[in-house]
């Protein structure tokens, strides 16, 4: 039974849960509060470094697209303004944020995982922090 209880508490926390309901899931199915405390630290641990692995892949993204955006856009000034200079600015600016914007998400990830209050899928999809 305690396996069960721990695999749902485990759940729970992957997807987010606040830690006091997980302990009071734990504590009310007859875990003691040592025993509780020591798993849920386990599993924030287990938590954090999914999240910290999200981190590292949006850093590593943004490490692409920012000098990529760069390079693009410094050799589309040297080419001339034509008339394809503007849609290659406004890629090469979107491109250049996006990059910006997963930099940013991916520092705070890795710095502070435990900012993030939704679950691992989701932050995977979305990559936004509440």
Not at 29 to 58: H, M, V
Request: net charge neutral; glycine share 10%; hydrophobic share 45%.
């Amino acid at each position: 039974m305690p396996d069960i209880l721990f695999s749902e508490a485990r759940a729970k926390i992957i997807w987010g849960e606040p830690l006091s309901s997980v302990r009071d899931l734990l504590t009310a199915n007859g875990i003691s509060a040592t025993d509780a405390d020591t798993k849920i630290e386990e599993f924030c641990a287990e938590r954090n470094t999914e999240i910290r692995k999200i981190g590292i892949r949006n850093t590593l993204i943004s490490a692409a697209l920012v000098p990529g955006a760069g390079i693009t856009f410094y050799l589309c000034l040297r080419l001339g303004f034509s008339s394809g200079f503007a849609r290659c600015a406004a890629v090469c600016m979107v491109g250049g944020f996006y990059g910006i914007w997963k930099l940013y998400n991916g520092i705070i990830y890795l710095v502070r995982p435990q900012s993030g209050h939704k679950s691992i899928p989701n932050i995977m999809e979305s990559g936004i922090i509440d």
